[in-house]
């Protein structure tokens, strides 16, 4: 059974667009609403964090709903390129209103602007799980952590789209006259819309899905639930599994949203320093990903998960020793930020491939959606309660509230006892393939 990498690559296509367009979103809107609109930073963190909000409530729901979509294009292609067109035309209005009123300040093009960009948010939340669910439903099941593994890297291709669009476009500082986004937003969008024309022509979805559909999957018991409900056991580890994925990305994404004040008050470092450390981090999942998809397919995504949670756990811990010892450490932190990389992605891939073999394919869109569900949650409360530690009692207990919750979910993904899936072992000159 062998990956069919054209075929992820083409699918991978939807979340690099959607990758692209939240990196745009998360550099781009925040600037627009401090030097624009002159929000202060709780009112404009408040209005960035909306979309981790409501993404709890759209994406389960429309993750379900493309469940129970029937179409001549699939059950996902419509929510995708209706998405994306909506997206793309709500979008490039932001850049408009901005101009609108940086050269005539008024009240109605504020409430314009923030409706606008609410309906833009909405829209983004609709698609997102199917356009993920895409991929489980024409990937076998034994491949998804490979497949995975793919999609996570053409999201990083269209987060790295968008920031060499944006060197080129503005390669130097800005001086204090109102920046005009306009370009950068509608280069963001046709990298959007080819990407999704691409896809939408070289991917039949309902012929491929209806290839790769499997009558059961490899926890048996799964299929035996009456009315489509999910056995005890396996209700159990989906909520262990989930638990999991809240508790690492709380100590995650408390380091990543909090590192550059960290690095400022501890360290005595600007933001400088500070990006190049996420940036080696970022450069270790890359390099990661692929050989990563490997290794799941030879010992189980399990395992690798464990030794992933293990790794970061221990890369947590060195940090605030490193961090403290700063000046004569800067070779070891570097290579620790190496392997923080490394064992996100060994988590990052094998997460989502894991809460889908629980289900049955026809529920892989609603699956998707708890997968999502549990992350942003967690993206929600770690920013406000990781400040609210750093504040009362030290900025120095950032790398020990990450060790923490990154050890709580090394402790309940021991309790998931479902969801893992291995390739049958290969035999004779067989067991030489190592490109499946």
């Known amino acids: ?70 179409t001549r294009i699939g059950r996902r292609m419509p929510f995708i390129l209706w998405g994306t067109a909506a997206a793309v035309v709500l979008m490039n209005a932001l850049p408009l209103l901005d101009n609108g009123y940086a050269a005539a300040p008024s009240s109605g093009k504020l409430l314009g602007f923030v409706a606008m960009l609410g309906l833009l948010l909405i829209t983004m939340g609709t698609y997102r799980s199917p356009a993920v669910a895409l991929m489980p439903d024409v990937t ?16 990083t291709v269209g987060g790295v789209l968008y920031l060499l669009t944006a060197a080129v476009l503005y390669p130097s500082e800005q001086g204090e006259g109102h920046v005009d986004y306009r370009p950068l937003f509608l280069v963001v969008s046709v990298i959007m819309v080819v990407s999704v024309t691409v896809l939408f022509l070289t991917i039949r979805e309902p012929e491929l899905a209806a290839k790769d559909r499997e009558p059961a999957g490899p926890d048996e018991e799964v299929e035996a639930g009456a009315g489509g409900a999910l056995p005890g056991p396996v209700r159990r580890s989906l909520l262990f599994l989930l638990l999991s994925i809240a508790l690492w990305f709380i100590a995650y994404n408390g380091v990543t949203t909090w590192f550059t004040t960290y690095v400022s008050a501890v360290m005595g470092e600007g933001l400088g320093k500070a990006s190049t450390f996420l940036l080696v981090a970022t450069g270790g999942a890359i390099v990661s990903y692929i050989p990563i998809g490997a290794v799941s397919a030879r010992i189980g995504r399990k395992r690798t998960i464990l030794a992933g949670v293990a790794l970061l756990t221990a890369c947590f811990s060195l940090g605030y020793a490193l961090t403290a010892a700063w000046a004569g450490a800067r070779v070891l932190l570097y290579i620790v930020f190496a392997l923080v990389g490394l064992a996100w992605a060994a988590i990052n891939v094998n997460s989502l491939p894991m809460v889908v073999e629980m289900c049955r394919d026809s529920d892989i869109g609603r699956f998707t959606g708890y997968y999502y569900t549990s992350s942003m949650a967690a993206q929600v409360v770690t920013p406000v309660l990781a400040g609210w530690l750093m504040r009362t009692v030290g900025y120095r207990v950032l790398f020990p509230y990450a060790a923490c919750f990154a050890a709580m979910s090394f402790l309940t993904m021991l309790l998931v006892r479902h969801g893992d899936s291995r390739g049958e072992a290969k035999r004779g000159l067989d067991a030489f393939d190592v490109d499946d």
Not at 19 to 48: C, K, R
Not at 140 to 155: E, Q, T
């Open 1 to 70: 059974m062998k990956l069919d990498h054209r075929q992820t690559i083409l699918v991978g296509l939807a979340f690099l667009s959607i990758s692209a367009f939240w990196q745009m979103y998360d550099n781009i809107v925040p600037l627009i609403l401090t030097n624009t609109f002159h929000m202060s930073e709780p009112v404009s963190g408040a209005i960035m964090a909306a979309d981790n909000i409501l993404a709890l409530f759209l994406l389960p729901f429309f993750g379900a709903l493309s469940d129970r979509t029937s």
């Open 140 to 155: 076998p099941k034994p491949l998804r952590s490979r497949g995975n593994a793919i999609i996570n890297l053409m999201g």
